[in-house]
């Protein structure tokens, strides 16, 4: 009888298989150029996105933050309003009442301020976005007088007149006068005069009378008017008309 133990036979499917540890350790190790075109795709995509962006915020419509409450209750401290640029694009010329946009280079602000170039490019794409505080030339307000008005202020109730029509202003801050500083001006051809809505609280056309311009800002510097808030969700939704120049007939007609 033979009593010498056999060494048994190993099972085949226990030993391991060398082609699946190997394709095991090739799944741990990213594939480089599938890796880099992917990143590459996403970067590009980013890239395209960011572009459409920034040409639609340029010459279609525009984020902007609110940065003060000029224009209380009307905007209020960070909302995020929406500049419909193509509203005076096409022969329209701003209105009395319409909240815009614009440039107070040369009428509120007499020069730009310096700025570094690269620190001001940052700057211009994070506002443009939205995501940042306006550029320090850039306003809001209220069109009170469009070429060839007569803005006086103010009539035996303390109203603000228009081509001799007093003008009930529904938008005024509660508690606020149409104005403190009186004024009787004549608005040229071809400018605005702009008023906020929070008149104790707006440096405005009132405060750049003896300056350069007379505090008139050119229609051409309008970057465009305001027509919906974006954010916060509670106040979404376009501005609200308002009525009070209804009454206000053209330059040089009569009262009737």
Known sequence: MDTEAKPSERDPACEPDPGTEERSRSLRVPAGPGAWMTWRRTAVLGAVCTVFVLLLSHFVVQPFLI?????????RVGDRVLVNKLAYRFGSVPHRG??????????????????????????????SLGLAQPAETDYVKRVVGVGGDRVVCCDSRGRVEVNGRAVVEDYLYPGDAP?????????????????????????????????????????????????????????????????AFGAVHAPGRGHG
């Open 179 to 243: 104005s403190r500083a009186r004024f009787d001006i004549v608005v040229p051809d071809g400018t605005l005069w702009m008023m906020g809505d929070h008149r104790s609280n707006s440096r405005d056309s009132r405060d750049h009378l003896g300056e350069p311009g007379g505090g008139m800002v050119p229609v051409d510097m309008v970057i465009g008017r305001v027509d919906w808030i974006g954010w916060p969700p509670s106040r979404l939704g376009s501005l609200p008309d308002s009525a």
């Open 67 to 75: 940065p003060s409450g000029s224009m209380e209750p009307t905007l």
């Open 98 to 127: 319409d909240v815009v946009v614009f440039d107070g280079t040369g009428s509120f602000v007499q020069e730009a301020p310096q700025e570094n170039p690269v620190a001001g490019l940052a700057h211009s794409v994070a506002s």
